[in-house]
RNA sequence: GCGCCGUUCGCAUAGUGGCUAUUGCAGCGGACUGUAAAUUCGCGGCCCUCUGGGCAUCGCUGGUUCGAGUCCAGCACGGCGCA
């Protein structure tokens, strides 16, 4: 993997802006940054075919996911069908992530026994009733942390099973995506500094494993060595955030080798993407790629390109398109709201993408309303399309040299 | 005509005489940021001085009872069976 910096940002009073743009080249082609990548967490991007991502979408590449394709098919599977872009008929370069969101958000125990909010109120209210029942309630925990990695139940059929940092990375050499990350701790945004400290070190720890072991497989099958990403943590805290970055952006193996990339990690609040982001990414090497893990609300990609960011992945615009919701210049439409039934203009009059050209709001919305499956598919192309595409116009206004401008005027459009 | 069964929110359902009548679907609205998500959470009779309170309601009419969706009688409607 090789990345150039075409353009940097000055700003108009002749300080240094972390905006830049470039290119990423691996084996399967390039990508044009900053992008936002689309993501194909079970490698498909869910309702969408790989042809509808790069001609209606215009993606430059996806991002699918350790865990789950680790879970199913299995990697040897997808190694066996020649790789992931292969199995998944995507020509274009690839990501995986490294399952160790998955640690997080499937719910676990840290620390003193204490429980994490899982992915929504419901699940955390049964973990907090379990509590009172026994405090080693195993039977509620889908995953559990300790210092060498992460046991957890698969999610399919409650077998238990185990990655450490090796494991991942050997994992995701199966795989053979071009763009791998180390296995990392994502602590829960309610963590206490004590905790998110503790996360950043066995972070910096796994990295380092990470490092090691990317180095070994490289070696014994160095045709198809993916590029891999060391991953930053820290939570909200300006120390830990920096740290973090100088440790991971800094590492270097006796043999010379370090990371070509980095993973920006973590739960963040709206207000954390003009600080977080940017405390590291003024810290990173400025020379390798930096990818905003799971980060991709249409201000977010604006103040993240801002402050430094090249990749971005998010899974709202698939998410909210399968449940009826549209990004719209100004806001987001349910399409399920009764008032849009008997609406026969275009979903947004502004986008260029298949969806708004060719079909109207009522449609949509009989389609939701009927469960047609077709529904997610046209909102899911417009929903990517919109994202993938606010990205490319900030990539043009660098290289244009107008992006102050173009900035300020896209955050009036969205907030 | 006789016998049996049934009638509970738009539809479908639950409901040992006792507090606020259940659940699903449909309806209306919300949420969703490295996907346990084609998921999920609210609301859903009327009225008021609305962080609370009041009045209704289980086909209809009457009865038993401190208390009836629930028990009894009659009526209406529907289904099945027998004539």
Redesign the pocket.
């Known amino acids: 993997m090789k990345f150039t910096i075409q353009s940097k940002v000055v700003n108009a009073d002749g300080s240094k802006s972390l905006a830049r743009a470039g290119i990423i080249k691996t084996a399967h082609g390039i990508i044009e940054t900053p992008a936002f990548i689309p993501?194909?967490?079970?490698a498909t991007?869910?309702?969408t075919t790989t042809d509808e991502v790069r001609d209606k979408v215009g993606a430059g590449a996806v991002?699918?996911?350790t865990?789950?394709l680790y879970l199913q098919p299995g990697d040897e599977i997808i190694k066996r069908a020649g790789g992931l872009g292969k199995f998944m008929n995507w020509s274009g370069p690839t990501f995986t992530?490294?399952g160790?969101?998955?640690a997080?958000?499937?719910?676990t125990v840290k620390g003193r026994g204490k429980k994490i909010v899982?992915?929504?109120?419901?699940?955390s209210i049964i973990n907090d009733q379990s509590d009172h029942k026994s405090s080693e309630d195993s039977e509620s925990m889908?995953a559990k942390i300790d210092d060498d990695g992460v046991t957890f139940k698969s999610?399919i059929d409650g077998s238990e099973h185990r990655f450490t940092p090796e494991r991942s990375i050997e994992i995701q050499h199966n795989i053979g995506a071009d763009i791998i990350?180390a296995f990392?701790e994502?602590a829960t945004p309610g963590a206490d500094y004590e905790y998110q400290k503790k996360a950043v070190e066995r972070t910096k720890l796994w990295a380092e494993r990470c490092l090691n072991e990317n180095s070994k497989l490289k070696i014994e099958n160095s045709a198809t060595s993916p590029a891999l990403f060391g991953?930053v943590?820290g939570g909200r805290h300006e120390d830990l955030r920096r740290m973090s970055a100088k440790d991971i952006g800094s590492m270097t193996l006796s043999s010379g080798e370090s990371f070509d990339g980095f993973?920006i990690?973590?739960?963040?609040d709206?207000d954390d993407i003009g600080t977080a982001v940017r405390w590291v990414c003024e810290e990173l090497p400025e020379n390798k790629p930096r990818h905003l893990?799971?980060?991709?609300?249409p201000v977010?990609l604006i103040l993240g390109v801002a402050n430094g960011v090249d990749t971005f992945?998010?899974?709202?615009p698939?998410?909210?398109a399968?449940?009826?919701?549209a990004y719209v210049g100004n806001g987001?439409l349910?399409l399920?709201?009764?008032?849009f039934?008997d609406d026969f203009g275009p979903l947004d009059s502004n986008c260029k993408c298949d969806t708004c050209k060719n079909y109207s709001r009522a449609y949509l919305a009989h389609l939701f309303?009927a469960?047609e499956?077709l529904g997610?598919t046209l909102l899911s192309v417009h929903n990517l399309y919109f994202l993938v595409n606010i990205v490319k116009r900030l990539r043009q206004a660098i290289l244009d040299g107008k992006f102050e401008e173009v900035k300020e005027e896209m955050l009036k459009d969205f907030s």
Request: proline residues 0%; contains cysteine.
């Open positions: 993501v194909g967490t079970k991007v869910k309702a991002l699918a996911n865990y789950h992530d490294s160790g969101f998955q997080f958000s499937l719910g899982g992915e929504n109120d419901q699940v889908m999610v990350f990392d994502c991953i943590q993973g990690g973590g739960s963040f709206k893990l799971g980060i991709g609300e977010d992945d998010c899974v709202a698939t998410r909210l399968r449940t009826g919701a987001r349910n399920l709201n009764a008032q039934k309303r469960k499956m997610a």
